[in-house]
């Protein structure tokens, strides 16, 4: 499939005046995070995650950096950072996502007698929908309402650890934080020069130059 914005790096950006010196600091920390490392989640723990990860954002083994959810989630939980809010329905984030975990083991173990990380993907893809829909069986759901699991911290902090990886940004044009050039150029289909430039069908090669210049 041809790249959205071919060219496009935003660490090219790294040392121009789109970023200051906080910037540059959080964006090297995110990039330096150790996609083995894990201090939260169990040993066991840890294989379930990292198999949810892979289902919910597939990422192709010839991507040149993958994006380390499973690590960013631990270390999310590690530091004992929140939302900030919490769903009445659901328990605290770390209490969610070890129930959770457990609990898609114990469906895994009910319907093909292995963990959940050891099944195949369609079979790991079957598990999760049935958590989408609210259709699973055991009773390590009881207490854990599977839909707002789902949706409200399987899809909310994979989907979000994503898309706050800077590797993520050129697959949707993202200039990363505003700070401190900021975005003049806001209307509807409007960008400023240095943002990328989305491919139209025979403008590929405009674009890299643009990105070329403008990185």
């Keep these: 499939?041809?790249?959205?914005?071919p060219g496009y790096d935003v660490l090219n950006k790294r040392n121009s005046p789109s970023w200051n010196?906080?910037?540059?600091?959080?964006?090297?920390?995110r990039l330096a995070i150790d996609p083995d490392r894990h201090l939260?989640?169990?040993?066991?723990?840890?294989?379930?995650?990292?198999?949810?990860?892979?289902?919910?954002?597939?990422?192709?083994?010839?991507?040149?950096r993958p994006v380390p959810l499973a690590a960013m989630i631990d270390q999310k939980l590690f530091a004992g950072h929140g939302d900030g809010y919490r769903y009445a329905e659901l328990p605290p984030i770390r209490e969610a996502w070890r129930r959770g975990l457990a609990a898609l083991d114990a469906e895994a173990q009910s319907r093909h007698h292995r963990r959940f990380?050891?099944?195949?993907?369609?079979?790991?893809?079957?598990?999760?929908?049935?958590?989408q829909d609210g259709s699973?069986?055991?009773?390590?759901w009881r207490d854990l309402p599977p839909r707002s699991f789902f949706t409200k911290?399987?899809?909310?902090?994979?989907?979000?650890?994503?898309?706050s990886h800077p590797t993520?940004?050129?697959?949707?044009?993202?200039?990363?934080?505003?700070?401190?050039?900021?975005?003049?150029?806001?209307n509807f289909d409007r960008r400023d020069p240095w943002?990328?430039?989305?491919?139209?069908?025979?403008r590929e090669r405009q674009a890299r130059r643009e990105n070329a210049r403008v990185g």
């Design 21 to 29: 010196d906080q910037t540059r600091r959080v964006i090297d920390e």
């Design 153 to 163: 911290r399987v899809l909310h902090d994979i989907v979000a650890a994503y898309y």
């Design 117 to 131: 990380h050891d099944l195949a993907p369609l079979e790991q893809d079957a598990i999760l929908t049935a958590v």
């Design 195 to 202: 943002e990328a430039s989305e491919a139209k069908p025979g």
């Design 40 to 64: 939260f989640f169990t040993e066991e723990e840890w294989l379930t995650i990292g198999a949810v990860c892979s289902r919910i954002v597939p990422q192709s083994v010839a991507r040149p």
């Design 168 to 186: 993520s940004w050129n697959e949707i044009g993202f200039g990363g934080p505003a700070s401190p050039r900021g975005y003049v150029r806001m």
């Design 1 to 5: 499939m041809p790249e959205r914005y």
């Design 136 to 140: 699973v069986r055991e009773p390590a």
